[in-house]
């Protein structure tokens, strides 16, 4: 079975930065995978962060990150990642590393083949 291990989270202050990195096992080529991050704050709706098509051309961001965030993917290592920039204690929730199969765009959790167990990004005032 294909699996995601995300890492990198934690607790910063505003306007910090952290990475986050999502590791996919050997038998997961994520070539082959558009891939995302989403996340899920306390008492709300998993929702999309951010995307990337299957080879990195396109990225896609929702409106609450762009200009702080970026995406990005490593098809050699198996990795994708999520740089934030100028984290707000908005921006605190359990951030999901996911994948979509043959598809180059993830927009929304129905969308979704696959998930990583999530990782706690906490943002302190």
């Known amino acids: 079975q294909e699996r995601l291990v995300e890492s990198g989270g934690g607790l910063v202050q505003a306007g910090a930065s952290l990475r986050l990195s999502c590791a996919a096992d050997g038998r997961t080529f994520i070539s082959r995978y558009g891939m995302g991050w989403f996340r899920q704050a306390p008492g709300k709706e998993r929702e999309f962060v951010a995307a990337i098509s299957r080879h990195g051309a396109s990225t896609y961001y929702a409106d609450s990150v762009k200009g702080r965030f970026t995406i990005s993917r490593d098809n050699a290592k198996n990795m994708v990642y999520l740089q934030m920039n100028s984290l707000k204690p908005e921006d605190t929730a359990i951030y999901y590393c996911?994948?979509?199969?043959?598809?180059?765009?993830?927009?929304?959790?129905?969308?979704?083949?696959?998930w990583g167990q999530g990782i706690q990004v906490t943002v302190s005032s």
């Open positions: 996911a994948a979509r199969y043959n598809r180059d765009v993830i927009s929304t959790t129905s969308e979704v083949d696959f």
